[in-house]
T-cell receptor
C-alpha cells in the first residue's frame, strides 16, 4: 500500500541554522500539507500546497518558512533560521482531492539546540 | 476559531471490551467534516473513520463507530471488542470547507490483555 515517507526521522540543528525537511507524498496525490506538533501539544496546520503554489497557510507559517516541490516526487519544508521554539514533530500529508482523506507520513522530529 | 477538545489524555480498556473516546469541537460552520485518526507508537497517523456533518447517520467502520451529536458539537469514537492492536494515540480532527485540519490533543489508549 502506498505511503507518505519523510526524511530524516530526526534532525538536530543549532539555533539560527537552516533546515530542510523532506517528504515524498503518494505518487498520484495532488494536494500536500505540512503540520507540526510541539511535544505535549496538539497537531497544528502549517500550510497546504496545490498546483505548485500555497493554497492555505496558518499564522504559524511566517516568512521563516517556505515550501517547495522541486521535482515530481518531493515536497520540502524549509525553515530559514531555526529558533528553539521550532523544536517539534513535523508531519507531511498528501491527498488526492482537496477535500479527501489526508494520508500522513511518520514525521520528522526536529530538535533545535 | 475552530477548536477541537479531547478531554481524556489517557484511557485504558480490557481486551474484548468496549471503550468510548470523547471529542468536542467548536465551530460556527454548518458544512464540515470530522475525523478520527489513530497513531500507533512510532508509526504514522492513519484514518479510522470520518463523518460528514450533513449526514445524520453515524459512521461505522467494522468495530469502530461514532456518536455524532451535531447540536452538542460532540463526536465520540466507540471501539468495540478492543484488540491489542488498537493501542495507540487517537486524534479527533475537524475540517471545514478548506483543506486544513484542526486536531485535538489526542487520547492515548492502552489495551490491557
Amino acid at each position: 500500500e502506498p505511503e507518505v515517507t519523510q526524511t530524516p526521522s530526526h534532525q538536530v540543528t543549532q539555533m539560527g541554522q537552516e533546515v530542510i525537511l523532506r517528504c515524498v507524498p503518494i505518487s498520484n496525490h495532488l494536494y500536500f500539507y505540512w503540520y507540526r506538533q510541539i511535544l505535549g501539544q496538539k497537531v497544528e496546520f502549517l500550510v497546504s500546497f496545490y498546483n505548485n503554489e500555497i493554497s492555505e497557510k496558518s499564522e504559524i507559517f511566517d516568512d521563516q518558512f517556505s515550501v517547495e516541490r522541486p521535482d515530481g516526487s518531493n515536497f520540502t519544508l524549509k525553515i530559514r533560521s531555526t529558533k528553539l521554539e521550532d523544536s517539534a514533530m513535523y508531519f507531511c500529508a498528501s491527498s488526492f482531492q482537496g477535500r479527501g482523506e489526508q494520508f500522513f507520513g511518520p514525521g520528522t522530529r526536529l530538535t533545535v539546540l | 476559531a475552530q477548536t477541537v477538545t479531547q478531554s481524556q489524555p489517557e484511557m485504558s480498556v480490557q481486551e474484548a471490551e468496549t471503550v468510548t473516546l470523547s471529542c468536542t469541537y467548536d465551530t460556527s460552520e454548518s458544512d464540515y467534516y470530522l475525523f478520527w485518526y489513530k497513531q500507533p507508537p512510532s508509526r504514522q497517523m492513519i484514518l479510522v473513520i470520518r463523518q460528514e456533518a450533513y449526514k445524520q447517520q453515524n459512521a461505522t467502520e467494522n468495530r469502530f463507530s461514532v456518536n455524532f451529536q451535531k447540536a452538542a458539537k460532540s463526536f465520540s469514537l466507540k471501539i468495540s471488542d478492543s484488540q491489542l492492536g488498537d493501542a495507540a494515540m487517537y486524534f479527533c480532527a475537524y475540517r471545514r470547507s478548506g483543506n486544513q485540519f484542526y486536531f485535538g490533543t489526542g487520547t492515548s489508549l492502552t489495551v490491557i490483555p
